[in-house]
C-alpha cells in the first residue's frame, strides 16, 4: 500500500468521520435530546460505515469525475442517514426524511464555512499541507459546537416542531425540507467547479443561504403553530357547546322528571291511604331507578368530565359523548383524580385515545347492548386509559396491529397502524391490548408531566 494510498484513505476516513459526527449532532439539537454516545455510535453503524465505503469508492475507484462522485456519495449518505434516523429514534420515513435534509443543510454549510475559512487562512498564507487537516478539523468542530449551542439556546427544536409533526402535511413538509437541502448541495458544489472564485463571497453566500432556507422553515412551522392554535379555539368553542348542549339536556330531563314525580307523588298518596307499602315500594325503586338513568347518569358524567383539566381533551370526551348519545350507545364514564397533564404530545394523545374511542364506538355499535367504557385515571404520576367495549367475534390481537387489518371490510384498519406508530416515539408510554369474556379491552399508560 503506498504512501499516497494511505494519506488519501486517511483523509476520507477523517472527512467521513467529522461530517457524520456534525451530522448526528444537528440532529440530537433538531430533535431537542441531549447528546447520546449510545446513539452515535448506532448512527455511525447504520450510516456512516456504508456510505462512508461508498463514497470512498465513487470518489476515488470507479473513475467517476468529481461532481459525479459527489453526487453520488450525497444520495447514498441521504438514504443511510435517514434508514437510521427512522430505526433509532423511531420515526416514519417522512419525519426521518425532514429532520435528515435539515441537519444535512447545517451539516454542509458548517463543512463549507469551515473548508473555505481553511482556504483562506491557511493553504493560501503558507502553502502548507501539513496543518490543513488538523486545522480543518479543529475550525469544524468549533463551528458545529457553536452551531449547535445556539440552537438549543433558541430552543429551535421547538420552533421547528410543527414542521416534523404536522401528520396532514408530513409528506409536502418532507419534499420541502428535501428541495431546501438541494438547494444547499448545488450551492456547495460551485466551489468544485469554481475554485478560483472569490472565498470570501462564497462564504457568505452559503451562510446567507443556509440562514434563508432554515428561515423558510421556521416560517412554514410558525405558520402550522398558527394553525393549530386556531384549532385549539374552535376546539374551545366546540367545548362551550357541547356543555351547552349537555346543559340544555339535563334541564329537559329535569322538566320531565319533575312532571313525572308529581304523578308518582299523587300515586303513592293514594297507595298510602290504601295502606299498600309494596306498592308505594315498588314506585319508589321505580323512582330511583329512572332517577339514576334520566338525571343521576347525567350529573355523575358532568361531575366526572370536571376532573379533566386538560381543555383539548376535554373537548374530545364531550365529543365522543355526544356521538355515542346521538347513535344510542351508552358511555360508562370514570374520571376520579384531576387530570392535569401529561407527558405527551397533547395532540398526540388526543389522537391516540381519539382512534381507541372510535375503534370502541363503531364496535360497540354492532352489538346487542351497545356501549362503551372509558377510565381515566391519573394516580402515582401515570395516567392511565382504559377503553372496553363489547365484542362477540374472536380477536386477533397479533394482527390488529398491522395496516390495513379490519374486520369492517376493505380500505380499513389504519387506526390502530397509525397509534402504534405515534407510541413508538413515546419509549415510557405502555399499551395493553385484551379480549376477554367478549369484552375488548386497550389500556395505556403515560407519566403524567410533574
Known sequence: MTKDLLITIATHTADVLSSFFALVCYIFAILGEPVNLKKIGRFFLLAMLPSGICGYFFMNEFGLGMMQGYALTSIVTWLCSASAVSVIWKKDVWRSSSITCIAAILQVSSGTVTFTTIQELIWQKTKSATWILPGYLAVYFFIVAAVCWFLYKMNFYRLIRYVLEDERRKRQNAAMAFVLEL????????????????????????????????????????????????????????????????????????????????????????????????????????????????????????????????????????????????????????????????????????????????????????????????????????????????????????????????????????????????????????????????????????????
Open 183 to 450: 438547494m444547499t448541495e448545488i450551492f456547495f458544489s460551485l466551489i468544485i467547479l469554481y475554485n478560483q472564485m472569490q472565498i470570501i463571497a462564497y462564504t457568505a453566500g452559503m451562510i446567507v443561504l443556509a440562514v434563508l432556507l432554515i428561515g423558510i422553515l421556521l416560517h412554514v412551522s410558525d405558520k402550522q403553530e398558527s394553525m393549530r392554535k386556531i384549532q385549539y379555539q374552535e376546539s374551545m368553542l366546540l367545548q362551550q357547546q357541547l356543555y351547552m348542549e349537555h346543559l340544555e339536556q339535563m334541564q329537559k330531563e329535569m322538566r320531565a322528571f319533575r312532571h313525572d314525580y308529581k304523578n308518582i307523588l299523587s300515586g303513592m298518596y293514594l297507595y298510602a291511604k290504601e295502606g299498600e307499602p309494596e306498592k308505594i315500594q315498588r314506585v319508589l325503586e321505580k323512582l330511583e331507578i329512572d332517577f339514576d338513568h334520566k338525571i343521576g347518569e347525567k350529573i355523575q358524567a358532568a361531575a366526572q368530565i370536571g376532573n379533566i383539566r386538560l381543555p383539548e381533551m376535554k373537548s374530545l370526551v364531550l365529543s365522543k359523548l355526544t356521538k355515542m348519545a346521538r347513535n344510542g350507545t351508552a358511555c360508562r364514564l370514570e374520571v376520579l383524580y384531576p387530570v392535569e397533564g401529561i407527558s405527551m404530545d397533547i395532540w398526540e394523545f388526543n389522537q391516540c385515545l381519539g382512534i381507541l374511542l372510535d375503534n370502541a364506538i363503531e364496535a360497540a355499535a354492532h352489538q346487542p347492548q351497545p356501549y362503551v367504557e372509558l377510565q381515566l385515571m391519573c394516580h402515582g404520576g401515570y395516567l392511565t386509559v382504559r377503553v372496553a367495549n363489547p365484542w362477540e367475534q374472536e380477536v386477533d390481537l397479533s394482527g390488529i396491529w398491522k395496516q390495513g387489518y379490519s374486520t369492517k371490510g376493505e380500505n380499513r384498519g389504519f387506526g390502530l397502524a397509525n397509534y402504534k406508530r405515534i407510541l413508538d416515539q413515546y419509549p415510557k408510554a405502555v399499551s395493553a391490548t385484551s379480549w376477554e369474556n367478549q369484552i375488548f379491552v386497550q389500556e395505556l399508560v403515560v407519566p403524567a408531566s410533574p
